[in-house]
């Protein structure tokens, strides 16, 4: 976001005002003059905050590339966890806890993004069309893994198949997560990940949906 010159100057007369009216004084005349020393200490402290300002739009910028989604792609897994407040405090499974870029389903059973650590609850998986080709569902002793193969030892597989189909509108900036429509809240585009906003519910039950896609 780049400020206009037509902004720019009406912030900095908005600066200029704020910062030098107090140290206005009177001459012998009574006509208004600047304080010598209080404004060049003014002036500085001025353009220190002109500085922060630009820093602070430049990166305003910078992350709004993070929001970028290839136009051709699609949701391939939805990770249901718990967020990363109570994932640190939480012992998921005893197996090591690793970049997401380094997760194995077979394996681990939470992953780091970033600074955050996230403790999977079930994890649901996605053919090219949405619709759903495999459930985990994550223990103490690591994931359960179900898919069409063994459905018959999960009785709600029906009900799963039916209520996870999964898509993008057209923008990117929304999912259809089955019968609702989701914001997209943020974008990790090294481990193409989504952070979609959460309901009331799953912030009370602190837990958060991370969708993947490819």
């Known amino acids: 976001m780049l400020l206009s010159k ?6 900095f007369s908005l600066i200029d005002v704020i910062l030098l009216y107090p140290i206005q004084v009177k001459n012998n005349y009574g006509f208004k003059m600047m ?14 905050l002109v500085i ?10 910078a992350n709004q590339g993070d929001y ?15 967020d990363e407040k109570l994932s640190p405090k939480n012992q998921n499974c005893v197996a090591e806890i690793n970049n997401f870029k380094k997760f194995d389903f077979h ?16 994890q649901y998986i996605f053919d090219k069309s949405g619709e ?13 893994i179900y898919s069409w193969e063994n459905s018959e030892n999960l009785s709600d597989w029906d009900s799963l ?24 809240e943020r974008i990790f585009s090294d481990e193409k990940l989504i952070f979609t906003k959460r309901t009331q519910k799953q912030i009370e039950d602190s837990r958060r949906v991370i969708y993947q896609y490819e």
């Open 132 to 144: 759903l080709i495999g459930y985990l569902d994550y223990k103490s002793e690591g994931a359960i």
């Open 35 to 48: 304080n010598t020393n209080k404004l060049k200490k003014m002036t500085l402290l001025k353009n220190t």
């Open 161 to 184: 198949y039916q209520n996870n189909k999964h898509s993008f509108l057209e923008d990117k900036k929304y999912i259809i997560d089955s019968s609702d429509t989701l914001e997209i």
């Open 107 to 122: 394996k681990h059973c939470s992953f780091l993004l970033e600074e955050m650590e996230f403790d999977i609850d079930e």
């Open 52 to 61: 922060f300002a630009l820093l602070f739009l430049f990166s305003c910028t």
């Open 68 to 82: 970028t989604i290839p136009t051709d792609a699609y949701i391939v897994a939805k990770f249901v966890v718990l």
């Open 6 to 11: 037509q902004n720019s100057f009406v912030s």
